[in-house]
């Protein structure tokens, strides 16, 4: 699980929690895992792999997988857990991004939109939206409640190879074999 010291519902631009001591940050941030642990119960891992598989995995009490996830074409190059633990996204050379229950491992959705190999995903701190980076030069902002593309975002001159989020939720960070480096704000 990732997480910060902010709380998502109470961003905006800027924090007076920014202005806290590291110590106190550190702590607000263990005490909001903590929450989610107890809400989510047993730890889970989720790996993908160049077969085109992922395998959800419970670590703490499961030595075998607790299920093969299957539906990408192609090599998968990156999964994440959403920050709620509820969902998996997961990436592809088959042009998607794949949607998957965080607990059970079973398939929900396909976002399509990307011309090229995808090959990061971020979720937004409050699992609302997620951001993917390609080889088509994009980004796509995709809002996982209705799995609809939002906002396409071009702007690279060449492959995306990396994206996330601010803690705060208010901006996304993208990089590239264009040895650029984009900050987008809402």
């Known amino acids: 699980m990732r997480t910060g010291a902010v709380d998502p519902k109470d961003a905006d631009v ?6 806290d001591s590291p110590e106190n940050l550190q702590k607000q941030a263990l005490l909001r895992y903590n929450e989610f642990r107890k809400a ?18 419970n670590i703490e009490t499961e030595k075998k997988p607790v299920e093969r996830m299957t539906g990408h074409q192609g090599t998968v190059t990156q999964v994440c857990f959403s920050p709620n633990g509820n969902l998996i996204a997961s990436a592809s050379f088959d042009h998607s991004v794949k949607l998957w229950n965080g607990i059970t491992g079973k398939f929900i959705a396909s976002l399509r939109g990307h011309v090229q190999r995808v090959y990061q995903v971020a979720w937004s701190a409050d699992s609302r939206l997620l951001v993917s980076g390609s080889q088509d030069s994009t980004l796509k902002l995709w809002e ?11 702007g690279h001159a060449d492959d995306v190879y990396t994206v996330d989020w601010s803690p705060d939720g208010q901006r996304v960070v993208s990089g590239g074999k264009d040895k650029v480096l984009k900050v987008w704000k809402k």
């Open 40 to 57: 989510s119960g047993v730890e889970r891992l989720v790996s993908g792999s160049d077969d085109f598989t992922l395998f959800l995995w």
């Open 14 to 19: 800027i924090h007076a929690a920014d202005m």
């Open 144 to 154: 996982v409640k209705s799995r609809r593309l939002t906002v396409d975002l071009p």
